[in-house]
């Protein structure tokens, strides 16, 4: 059974910092792309920033040069860093990890930057 399990969530003040951190299963770890999702109130899920086993990483615009993803290979954790948090950043924000056409899911995490 695959399981990505997400935790690091929370209120944030505007241009403050949060750190995502996702404990994937062995298995899929070392051979699957892996990074984040968000989805906010009434809009479209969209593709917030990705890593691949190598370590190559691609932002969504909105995020490039806020948001750092990285892995811990050894820890089977992927970690998403915001920083500069803006009130539009206020999403779920879901982890994946994906190989060809597999896409597992974690369960999301609350992501509300307001003052």
């Known amino acids: 059974q695959v399981q990505l399990v997400e935790s690091g969530g929370g209120l944030v003040q505007p241009g403050g910092s949060l750190r995502l951190s996702c404990a994937a299963s062995?298995?899929?770890?070392?051979?699957?792309?892996m990074g984040w999702y968000r989805q906010a109130p009434g809009k479209q899920r969209e593709l917030v920033a990705k890593i691949t086993p190598g370590g190559s990483t691609n932002y969504a615009d909105s995020v490039k040069g806020r948001f750092t993803v990285s892995r811990d290979n050894a820890k089977n954790t992927v970690y998403l860093q915001l920083n500069s948090l803006k009130p539009e950043d206020t999403a779920v924000y879901y982890c994946?990890?994906?190989?060809?056409?597999?896409?597992?899911w974690g369960q999301g995490t609350q992501v509300t930057v307001s003052s």
């Open positions: 994946y990890a994906r190989q060809l056409v597999t896409t597992y």
């Open positions: 062995g298995s899929i770890f070392t051979s699957h792309n």
